[in-house]
């Protein structure tokens, strides 16, 4: 991957990640009317407050990918995917104005992203290595 690759693939990453708790809701708000969209966007601090807190685990992805860089890519790609459908299950589906419970939940989002996004790294490491080991075997 060339540097302008790299770099367009980083900010793209860090986009997706501040954009996503809004992307995640307009499936919603096709079910559920405008307002269920609006629970994100109605007091503009909100909306600042829940992209900043879901920011935090793709600055992470963010910093492991340019870190690793090609040496780990399939550990690499199963974070990417764990992280992005992770967040767009739990901000797709959260009701933040049924109860005060689900409105605490935009904190704990992140940090549920970012250990599964853990998880999917040591998923996709270990079956990008099982991938290999036939190959590896028959050279020998």
Known sequence: ?????KKLTLIIILH????????ARIPGAFIHGYNYFAQYISPWNLGVM?????????VILAIMMSLLGESKKA???????TAFALDLYLH??????TDTIPATAVLIVP???TIFMG???????LAGHFARLPASLIKK
């Open 50 to 58: 829940i992209s900043v807190f879901n920011f935090a685990p793709f």
């Open 75 to 81: 550990g690499l790609l199963g974070a990417s995917i």
């Open 111 to 113: 940090i549920y992203v």
């Open 16 to 23: 997706a990640g501040f954009l996503l708790p809004f992307i």
């Open 119 to 125: 998880i999917g790294f040591i998923a996709g490491h």
């Open 92 to 97: 797709g589906t959260l009701d933040i104005v």
């Open 1 to 5: 991957m060339t540097e302008k690759n």
